[in-house]
Nanobody
Framework: QVQLQESGPGLVKPSQTLYLTCTVSGESITTNYYYWSWIRQPPGKGLEWMGAISYLDSTYYSPSLKSRTSISRDTSKNQFTLELCSVTPEDTALYYC????????????????WGQGTQVTVSS
């Protein structure tokens, strides 16, 4: 059973960079053919797929966020990290990490495994 846990700051100032980490248990992030993803939900809005990193360390990003987003991994800690730069109040959201064996399920945001989510507020 894959378990995911997000961690990071609850409050970030505008123009700063947001770093969120997802710690994975129950499966190695290098296991064939997993995709590890970040999804967010702004208040009162729907889910938004941000990007993913594969078991082969390939990265994929939403076109709308690609210029500000980077996803990386630390295999020694079995973690993957989201970096979102130049944040604005519009980046305020509940951020989830998620995983699935199928890239399609990741992109359409129906992954099998979800973290509990972590609230991030962008405010001065």
């Amino acid at each position: 059973q894959v378990q995911l846990q997000e961690s990071g700051p609850g409050l970030v100032k505008p123009s700063q960079t947001l770093y969120l980490t997802c710690t994975v248990s129950g499966e190695s992030i290098t296991t064939n053919y997993y995709y590890w993803s970040w999804i967010r939900q702004p208040p009162g809005k729907g889910l938004e797929w941000m990007g993913a990193i594969s078991y082969l360390d390939s990265t994929y990003y939403s076109p709308s966020l690609k210029s500000r987003t980077s996803i990386s991994r630390d295999t020694s800690k079995n973690q993957f990290t989201l970096e979102l730069c130049s944040v604005t109040p519009e980046d305020t959201a509940l951020y989830y990490c998620a995983a699935d064996l199928t890239f399609h399920n990741i992109v359409v945001m129906t992954p099998q495994y979800w973290g509990q989510g972590t609230q991030v507020t962008v405010s001065s």
